[in-house]
């Protein structure tokens, strides 16, 4: 089957700017969920969806970023102003029920350069 | 609140000896864990996850609910395991958001 697929691969972006990430989840899975990495610590999650529903954005800077997912299943995560410190690679996973598991798929990420 | 510690960012190992990454967690529930692994040039992969019970690629980790430990070992070392190895946890069953460690880069020397 077709991984998790992000696209653009790579991004430099000036402070200021804004800038968009898509995702396109594994067919059928329902939950989609987008991590930032900022060098040399784990991923953090951003948001979580279940279908097209919000299920946790508690640690989404909500004044900056926003995300959607609008039918479901391809989401966009946008930074609108960049700050310096959003200089990260940012997943993209997906999970769909498998029996009792719900493995996370992730994606190639996106890598943030600002300036 | 839900944490998870890997004391050692980098650890460097001989081919054929033991290794041992160690993870440390903090939940007031029933918590999953997980070893995921980023091999050079590739994607974030799930290793192994607790419930499993299982060996991967030599691979095991037993979780210790005394200690909140869940360490990640194999008896020898092998080159093909240089990778960059993360200890995560969830908050139990069903779809639900990973905590991750910081890291551990393990090198394996020939």
Known sequence: ??????????????????VAFWCNPIS???????YQQILGQGPKLLIQFQNNGVVDDSQLPKDRFSAER??????????????????????????????QSYEQYFGPGTRLTVT | AQ??????KLLSV??????????????????????????????????LRHISRESIKGFTADL????????????????EDSAMYYCALSGGQGAQKLVFGQGTRLTINP
């Open chain 2, 3 to 8: 944490r998870v510690t890997q004391p050692e």
């Open chain 2, 64 to 79: 210790n609910k005394g200690e909140t430990s869940f360490h990640l070992k194999k008896p020898f070392a092998q080159e």
């Open chain 2, 14 to 47: 001989f081919k054929g000896a033991p290794v041992e990454l160690k993870c440390n967690y903090s939940y007031s529930g029933s918590p999953e864990l997980f070893w995921y692994v980023q091999y050079s040039r590739q994607r974030l992969q799930l290793l």
């Open chain 1, 28 to 34: 059928g899975h329902a939950t989609l969920y987008w």
């Open chain 1, 1 to 18: 089957e077709a991984g998790v697929a992000q696209s653009p691969r790579y991004k430099i972006i000036e402070k200021r700017q804004s």
């Open chain 1, 70 to 99: 609008l039918k479901g299943v391809d989401s966009t995560l946008k930074i609108q102003p960049a700050k310096l410190e959003d200089s990260a690679v940012y997943l993209c996973a997906s999970s769909g029920q498998d029996g």
